[in-house]
């Protein structure tokens, strides 16, 4: 079946620090790829996404690559803001029957200070 | 504007009582959405429908039930013989790859 293995966190990080959060993932046939991210208290939001090999999705100074021969899709920014405290999922979608189910990893909580 | 909205945002409630939460989206949206959150646990697919009066079993589905009798609505019940109630829980909806989130109920069970 299909799954999403991303890091665990919490991770921490200083103000203006380059950001890496690993995702990897399993499935058959070529998968949509996408990044969510959390902020406390709400619902998810659409971060960016990718829908084929060696696409870069890339929005507010995240990005992340679509490399199908690694199965990765790991996010970075080049300098975190306080703002961007938040839990950040990597989710897949393998369209199939019609149905375009999600699959998410299990979140990344970010904490940035100043 | 359009969007989706879940209520209430936080929700009490005793052991052994079945409580509802509700999702509505103005968005014409086929398919709708529950998820359970946990922390360190990522989102569970509990429900989930792509058309009016039809649903299917996602991953948790034990202990809850749903209806779908408007496009608009897709009411989630948790039931007494769910045994862990407390948690978030997130509804959501999708035309294709684009889905919208509600911003989510806390359900405390005392």
């Known amino acids: 079946g299909n799954s999403v293995t991303q890091m665990e966190g919490p991770v921490t990080l200083s103000e203006e620090a380059f950001l890496t959060i690993n995702c990897t993932y399993t499935?058959?046939?070529?998968?949509?790829l996408f990044w969510y991210v959390q902020y406390p208290g709400e619902g998810l939001q659409l971060l960016l996404k990718?829908?084929?090999?060696?696409d870069k999705g890339s929005n507010k100074g995240f990005e992340a690559t679509y490399r199908k021969e690694t199965t990765s899709f790991h996010l970075e920014k080049g300098s975190v803001q306080v703002s961007d405290s938040a839990v950040y999922f990597c989710?897949?979608?393998?369209?199939?029957?019609?149905?375009?189910?999600?699959?998410f990893g299990k979140g990344t909580k970010l904490s940035v200070i100043p | 504007d359009g969007g989706i909205t879940q209520s209430p945002k936080y929700l009490f409630r005793k052991e052994g009582q079945n409580v509802t939460l509700s999702c509505e989206q103005n968005?014409?949206?086929?398919?709708m959405y529950w998820y359970r959150q946990d922390p360190g646990q990522g989102l569970r697919l509990i429900y989930y429908?792509?058309?009016?009066?039809?649903?299917q079993k996602g991953d948790i589905a034990e202990g809850y039930s749903v209806s779908r009798e408007k496009k608009e609505s897709f009411p989630l019940t948790v039931t007494s013989a769910q045994k862990n109630p407390t948690a978030f829980y997130l509804c959501?909806?999708?035309?294709?790859?684009?889905?919208?989130f509600g911003s989510g109920t806390r359900l405390t069970v005392v």
């Open positions: 990718a829908t084929k090999a060696d």
């Open positions: 989710a897949l979608i393998r369209p199939g029957a019609g149905s375009y189910q999600l699959t």
């Open positions: 499935a058959t046939g070529y998968p949509s």
């Open positions: 429908s792509q058309i009016v009066n039809d649903f």
């Open positions: 968005l014409n949206h086929d398919a």
């Open positions: 959501a909806s999708s035309v294709s790859e684009g889905y919208t």
